[in-house]
């Protein structure tokens, strides 16, 4: 599903990425930086991408032999309103490439493209997503792989989690923040449903590693391991408050996904043969140290 | 040479046109092989065979007084039964290419006696055969059911023939009437495309059974249950048949049942039948295939990152030199990054050219000092191996034996970490957290 343009790794002339603020965008920067890539780093601040005039100024910022990622969204997508304006964004997109080809477009999509299934998930897994937010990311990765002739690589990743995540989402990143305020880690049920997180340092590297290669086809960003909610806060308190309390709450209705949503990553496994993900307990370890760093 | 048994001629010289001449003439019938490629011919005049199975060379040995082997497409006029018999390829989709097989039926057309019974024997979709019919001409399709590996005892042993008629009700003409019954089995006629379907049948039912045990071995792995105690006992079950296709694998491999699954789903296709079972048997083979990586990848990888793998094993199953979609090949592939050390008994090693790879000259060089052995094919010689020589040559404590080639409790004994299909070797509530 996902094959390379160059067998061999090669740095891309300069990578550009719209969405370099964003907590996978600095993580993309940080892998391209440290292989000596030079990167053109856009926020919205540098290009609004609902603004009238957005695909002229993307396109201004656009040479012939860039590589360029993806990544902004106005994420999660809720509802109908945000829904369209992601469309606008992705379409103001496609009009600056068209203005302005690159040679090579990564687009950071998301797991959310995937319905519940009672299989483990990989990228032969039919897109039909029950969410808006997948449906957004379907429509967003239809509009640009029919909008450009250059290699075109669509990534996309299940639960994240590091140490400077902006959000606050239920599991590893809200469990690590009310460890360390000394508050009780509260679980929907008891925690029982099982997920694939994946540590943020592994998105940035496997978005370099799809730009050095110069990849191009669909490939899914999941560990293949699960873990459940409550195992996750439990490690979370053995790293940052040992006497910390777990809580549950009676569940107010079914488990999301039915409770499990697994990944076969033989893809990835294939692509990118010496690349390791983090397991949850190292990627944990590794928040634990930033945090405790950077406090 | 004048004889009262019809004279059988072959035409196209690959694994199934040979493997049936030789059967021809064990059952006493002079045998022409034809074949247009001279340089074939050539080698097999001497002995020399493009494909590997059990008995073959022998067999074609102990016969040379009774078989021919020529290049001549004229010599098909001597022949009373001429079977158009070339293997077909098939694409990384499964899809046929036809062209030698039409080709080869034009040279039989033209050249056989206008008396000859002409055969289709390779494998065809529904409708081909009826296509290919000549004017004046006398064309059946016969079901092969060869299978790589046994395709001689196969040819000489069939369990039934099923023959495609243009007209079923009609008596088959004498000739080859007296060739069908040398082999001893019910015939059975029936109308073109339900042979040429009931071919496909076959294979679907066999892999229907094989994706069946796939998905239920991933299960035993996961919860401690062994499906090699499971098999058994299935067997016993007459509804399910003693031969009944129950060992799980790595996906099917050796572009036939490919070919079969991409046909049957075009075939549903065009009337409108539903055929998501089919692609789910796909679906499912493509996965068990990369079984053996996922192993490498949760076992060995995280603890060496330039593990040394040998690989043992190239052809997609024992008793063949065939690596069509075969799983040693595509995992050879996959570890390209680790430079993998590879032995095959059979398979030659222009099957690797461009790999960056090395072979052994034995398993037993190849295991050396290696971090993990992968066994990709079960053939005999693998099972001689002796797991506590293995550890001493060995610098890791990984075997990965999808087949069960070794015994599973000896390797854990020689302190090895030892993984099979259908079983955990843990303990069933270890396993059952895992």
Same mark, same amino acid.
């Given at each position: 599903m996902i094959e390379h343009m160059y067998a061999a790794p090669e740095n891309p002339a300069r990578v550009v990425i719209m969405g370099a603020t964003s907590f996978v965008g600095r993580h993309t920067e940080a892998a391209l930086t440290a292989r000596g890539v030079e990167v053109l780093g856009l926020g919205s601040a540098d290009v609004d991408l609902l603004a009238t005039d957005a695909a002229q100024k993307l396109s201004a910022h656009l040479q012939p032999d860039d590589a360029l990622v993806i990544i902004s969204a106005i994420a999660p997508c809720k509802n109908a309103n945000e829904l369209a304006l992601n469309t606008r964004m992705m379409a103001s997109v496609c009009d600056a490439l068209a203005e302005s080809p690159v040679a090579h477009v990564v687009y950071i999509s998301s797991d959310a493209v995937y319905d519940d299934e009672a299989n483990p998930i990989d990228e032969g897994t039919p897109t039909t997503p029950a969410s808006l937010h997948g449906l957004m990311h379907v429509a967003r990765e239809g509009m640009i792989r029919n909008s450009i002739n250059c290699p075109l690589a669509i990534l996309r990743p299940s639960l994240l989690y590091g140490a400077d995540d902006p959000h606050n989402g239920y599991g590893p990143n809200r469990f690590r923040r009310l460890a360390d305020d000394g508050q009780p880690i509260v679980l929907f049920g008891k925690g029982e449903e099982r997920r694939d997180h994946v540590y943020i340092e592994d998105v940035g590297e496997l978005i370099a590693l799809s730009l050095l290669h110069r990849s191009q086809g669909v490939m899914n960003v999941a560990?293949?391991?699960?873990?459940? +909610?409550?195992?996750?806060?439990?490690?979370? $308190?053995?790293?940052?408050?040992?006497?910390?309390?777990?809580? =549950? &709450?009676?569940?107010?209705?079914?488990?999301?996904?039915?409770?499990?949503?697994?990944?076969?990553?033989?893809?990835?496994?294939?692509? +990118?043969?010496?690349?390791?993900?983090?397991? $949850?307990?190292?990627?944990?370890?590794?928040?634990?140290?930033? =945090? &405790?760093?950077?406090? | 040479m004048t004889t009262s048994l019809p004279r059988i001629g072959f035409a196209g010289m690959t694994h199934l046109g040979l493997n049936s001449?030789?059967?021809?003439?064990?059952?006493?019938?002079?045998?022409?092989?034809?074949?247009?490629?001279?340089?074939?011919?050539?080698?097999?005049?001497?002995?020399?065979?493009?494909?590997?199975?059990?008995?073959?060379?022998?067999?074609?040995?102990?016969?040379?007084?009774?078989?021919?082997?020529?290049?001549?497409?004229?010599?098909?006029?001597?022949?009373?039964?001429?079977?158009?018999?070339?293997?077909?390829?098939?694409?990384?989709?499964?899809?046929?290419?036809?062209?030698?097989?039409?080709?080869?039926?034009?040279?039989?057309?033209?050249?056989?006696?206008?008396?000859?019974?002409?055969?289709?024997?390779?494998?065809?979709?529904?409708?081909?055969?009826?296509?290919?019919?000549?004017?004046?001409?006398?064309?059946?399709?016969?079901?092969?059911?060869?299978i790589f590996g046994r395709a001689v005892e196969r040819a000489l042993f069939p369990e039934r023939i099923i023959i495609g008629c243009a007209d079923p009700k009609a008596a088959l003409p004498d000739a080859y009437h007296n060739y069908l019954n040398a082999f001893d089995c019910p015939l059975l006629p029936m109308r073109l495309e339900s042979a040429e379907l009931a071919k496909i049948s076959i294979n679907c039912c066999l892999v229907a059974s094989i994706s069946t045990a796939n998905t239920l071995a991933a299960i035993c792995e996961g919860i401690g249950a062994d499906w090699s105690e499971i098999a058994p006992a299935l067997k016993l079950d007459k509804r399910i048949g003693e031969?009944?296709?129950?060992?799980?694998?790595?996906?099917?491999?050796?572009?036939?049942?490919?070919?079969?699954?991409?046909?049957?789903?075009?075939?549903?296709?065009?009337?409108?039948?539903?055929?998501?079972?089919?692609?789910?048997?796909?679906?499912?083979?493509?996965?068990?295939r990369d079984w053996v990586l996922g192993k490498l990848h949760a076992h060995v990888f995280p603890k060496k990152d330039k593990a040394r793998i040998c690989v043992l094993g190239l052809a997609y199953k024992e008793n063949t030199h065939s690596t069509k979609n075969s799983p040693g090949l595509a995992l050879v592939h996959h570890l390209a990054p680790f430079q993998p050390v590879v032995y095959d008994p059979v398979v030659p090693p222009d099957a690797i050219d461009g790999m960056d790879v090395r072979v052994a000259a034995s398993a037993m060089l190849g295991v050396k000092n290696a971090d993990a052995l992968a066994i990709m094919t079960p053939w005999d010689e693998f099972t001689l191996l002796d797991p506590q020589a293995l550890r001493n040559e060995m610098a890791g404590n990984v075997i990965v034996d999808p087949y069960a080639v070794l015994d599973g409790a000896d390797c854990i004994s020689a302190g090895f970490q030892y993984h099979t299909l259908g079983k955990s070797m843990s303990r069933p509530d270890e396993a059952r957290n895992q």
């Open positions: 560990t293949g391991q699960v873990a459940s +909610f409550h195992d996750i806060a439990e490690k979370v $308190l053995a790293l940052h408050h040992p006497d910390g309390a777990i809580e =549950t &709450t009676p569940r107010q209705g079914p488990m999301p996904h039915g409770g499990f949503r697994s990944f076969v990553i033989s893809e990835c496994q294939k692509a +990118f043969p010496t690349f390791r993900y983090a397991d $949850l307990d190292t990627g944990l370890a590794r928040v634990q140290q930033q =945090t &405790t760093e950077t406090s | 001449a030789a059967a021809s003439a064990e059952k006493g019938f002079e045998t022409l092989c034809f074949d247009p490629d001279a340089a074939l011919i050539g080698r097999l005049r001497v002995g020399v065979l493009p494909v590997e199975e059990p008995d073959l060379g022998a067999l074609l040995t102990k016969h040379a007084g009774r078989i021919e082997f020529t290049s001549d497409a004229a010599a098909m006029q001597r022949c009373d039964v001429v079977y158009v018999a070339p293997d077909v390829p098939t694409d990384d989709h499964g899809e046929s290419d036809f062209t030698a097989i039409e080709a080869l039926l034009q040279l039989a057309v033209a050249h056989a006696a206008t008396s000859a019974t002409l055969v289709v024997l390779s494998q065809v979709p529904p409708g081909f055969t009826r296509r290919h019919m000549a004017p004046s001409r006398q064309l059946f399709y016969q079901v092969e059911t060869l031969h009944a296709y129950l060992k799980p694998g790595l996906g099917i491999a050796g572009g036939n049942l490919e070919r079969d699954l991409h046909t049957v789903i075009e075939l549903g296709r065009a009337a409108a039948a539903d055929v998501s079972v089919v692609e789910a048997w796909g679906r499912n083979s493509r996965r068990r």
